[in-house]
């Protein structure tokens, strides 16, 4: 006879109640199981959308960092342009290991977004771009055939997207342009997948913007070398110098606003099942006075007393913690999707990370919640004296 | 002379209350030895709740000298008595005081699991043989008789080997047939195993057929 199976007999002979003190359990796990999940899910996908842009540094004209920053993740650069000879002017500096200029230019689409208009975004690369990454593969087809080619090339999801294969012509509105599509890129988890390339002279023309840029992607040979190439860039006029370091420092400032809310959210459901778990076990130890009177009668000692109604709360928070966990396992899909629509700025990958290395900790976090919360009822239980206990019940 | 279970001499109890003091049991002198089968009667209010409670080590008493099993329990409180009772002393109760959760099996168990005894489940099996119930140590008690559910709670009395059983009003909630059929079982233990018994009861039946009977009233004793 096991002290865990009476303690479990117990639970069962008030199974709404002890249900729904499970669910407050299972909710407050579930919670905190997420918000710990997207903390490491959305930092770990954050750094790597950051490593796959390939640079370290990226060259823009001036205008709002936050702007920028946002801008350059979604595709690379604030819509503002700079003169091409900055780039020239750059790309002899010594310490650059790699360095590509990049020109973003947008179009009105009447037809985008199921005919409710929107802005296409092309972007103008040159043969260096895949030297920054050189991870990029071609799923089919292959590379401009020259610099001033109509000639696109499709992210992966920008190709499944519009269905586009090699060979197929795409009209570009507006300016009524014709290009035909040699290449189509593997899948890389960044902001690249969604992308239609053109040849940045192309570009440059088609979209009457001569000679300028919207960014320079800079990888210097020596990561110790960034503060001291910033800053003789300083004296530029016309431009700002971003770091991918701040970048990431400044997206995780702004989601950390919103993660001190989601937080105190969290701080609150733990409390609000604490004290649920309190008051149902207190509950049953005041319903079951007689009971308990007579089980010191024939024998229980205090210990006896207060080890089955502790054991009874740590089992009430241990399938709490098991639910919770399944509970977040299960809705971490719908709480990604939820947070993508809430974030300023959604890397690709997976926001919630939820390893079994953070499921054990939940669990074993709910197991001392009912250690701590077990105490006072337990307490409570085993301090009756018998006699006044047996003739409560009467 | 045979050993004694209960030596009191000017035992009583008071419940302070705001506007008296209550004596519930009023300088009694009492002697209870081993082997006796003894029933408490008398009118409602009269103590035998009370008496029995301290003799059962359950609550502490007022004033005057009380020995269970040669423990002074005078000025005791519950830490102290708790370890005389244990194991000692075999609780009888009128609602039968079954763990509902729990099947007569597991009830008996669980008894044997507080006094720490091995072989608990071959040894409750035995007891609920012991006053005829082999056929149903896997009912719950809502799935039992009241006859029924007061044998099991006769069966968890006499599992650790207590030195006598305390039964306060044991057939309150029973039937002429299954009251005969209890107070057999407890001539029986008392007859063959030589067990000290001590019955409150309003049943003259059952106290007639005891040993001795101890009529109160007020909190005294009015015959012995
Ligand atoms: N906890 C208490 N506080 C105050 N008075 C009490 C308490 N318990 C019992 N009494 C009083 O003590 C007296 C004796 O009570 P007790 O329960 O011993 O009587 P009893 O003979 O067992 O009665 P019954 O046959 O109805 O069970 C009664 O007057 C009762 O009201
Ligand atoms: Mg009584």
């Given amino acids: ?394 | 002379m045979s050993k004694l279970i209960v030596k009191a001499e000017n035992l009583t109890k008071t419940y302070k209350l705001l506007a008296e003091d209550i004596k519930a049991v009023n300088n009694i002198d009492l002697e209870i030895s081993s082997g006796e089968f003894v029933s408490i009667m008398g009118p409602s209010g009269s103590g035998k709740t009370t008496l029995l409670d301290m003799i059962g080590c359950l609550d502490s008493i007022t004033s005057g000298r009380l020995e269970i099993l040669g423990n002074d329990v005078s000025g005791k409180k519950e830490s102290k008595l708790v370890k005389i009772r244990r194991g000692n002393i075999g609780f009888i109760f009128q609602d039968f005081s079954l763990v509902p959760s729990l099947t007569a099996l597991e009830n008996i168990q669980l008894t044997l699991h507080f006094a720490a005894v091995k072989q608990e489940t071959q040894k409750s099996i035995d007891l609920l043989k012991r006053v005829g119930l082999g056929h149903r140590i896997n009912h719950l008690p809502r799935q039992l008789s009241g006859g029924e559910k007061q044998r099991v709670a006769i069966a968890r009395a006499l599992a650790t080997e207590p030195k006598f059983l305390l039964a306060d009003e044991p057939t309150g909630h029973l039937d002429t047939e299954n009251s005969q059929e209890i107070l057999n079982i407890f001539k029986q233990l008392n007859q063959e195993k030589g067990l000290t018994i001590i019955v409150a009861t309003h049943d003259a039946e059952l106290g007639s057929q005891a040993g001795r009977i101890i009529y109160l009233k007020d909190g005294k004793i009015v015959s012995k």
């Fill in chain 1, 1 to 394: 006879m096991n002290i865990i199976s009476i303690a479990y007999k117990n639970l069962k002979r008030k199974k709404i109640r002890s249900g729904l003190t499970i669910g407050g359990v299972a909710v407050a796990v579930a919670v905190l199981v997420s918000l710990l999940g997207f903390d490491k899910g959305y930092r770990q996908s954050l750094t790597s959308s950051i490593d796959k842009m390939g640079y370290q540094l990226l060259v823009t004209a001036k205008g709002c960092p936050y702007e920028a920053a946002t801008m350059m993740l979604k595709g690379g650069g604030g819509l503002r342009y700079m003169e091409q000879d900055v780039y020239e002017k750059i790309s002899s500096d010594s310490r650059i290991d790699k360095i590509t200029p990049q020109l973003i230019a947008t179009v009105y689409d009447p037809n985008k977004e199921n005919g409710q208009g929107g802005f296409a975004l092309y972007m103008g690369i040159a043969d260096s771009y895949l030297t920054l990454k050189p991870w990029t593969k071609f799923k089919s087809g292959g590379w401009f055939s020259s610099e001033t080619a109509d000639e696109a090339i499709f992210g992966y999801e920008a190709a499944e997207f519009e269905q586009r294969l090699v060979g197929d012509k795409i009209f570009i509105p507006n300016i009524n342009k014709v290009l035909t599509v040699v290449g189509i890129f593997e899948r890389t988890g960044s902001q690249d997948d969604g992308t239609i390339f053109l040849p940045l002279k192309t570009t440059q023309t088609i979209f009457s913007l001569p000679d300028k840029l919207s960014g320079i992607g800079i990888k210097l040979k020596n990561l110790s070398d960034i503060a001291e190439f910033e800053e003789s860039l300083y004296n530029e006029p016309s431009i700002q110098i971003i770091s991918m370091s701040q970048v990431r420092g400044t997206i995780l400032n702004l989601v950390s606003s919103a993660k001190v809310l989601a937080n105190s959210i969290a701080v609150i459901a733990i409390f609000i099942a604490v004290i649920g778990v309190v008051n149902t076990i207190l509950m049953s130890v005041f319903e079951r006075t007689r009971e308990i009177g007579v089980m010191k009668a024939i024998g229980a000692s205090r210990m006896d007393i207060f080890k089955l109604i502790w054991t009874e709360t740590i089992l009430v928070c241990t399938f709490g913690g098991i639910l919770g966990s399944i509970l977040a396992l299960l809705g971490s899909s719908v709480v990604e999707k939820i947070i993508k629509g809430v974030l300023p700025y959604a890397p690709s990958g997976q926001l919630v990370l939820i390893k079994p290395s953070l499921l054990l900790e939940a669990l074993i976090g709910a197991i001392i919640l009912g250690v701590v919360s077990g105490i006072y009822p337990a307490w409570r239980a085993s301090s009756m004296i018998p006699v006044e206990a047996i003739r409560t019940g009467e």
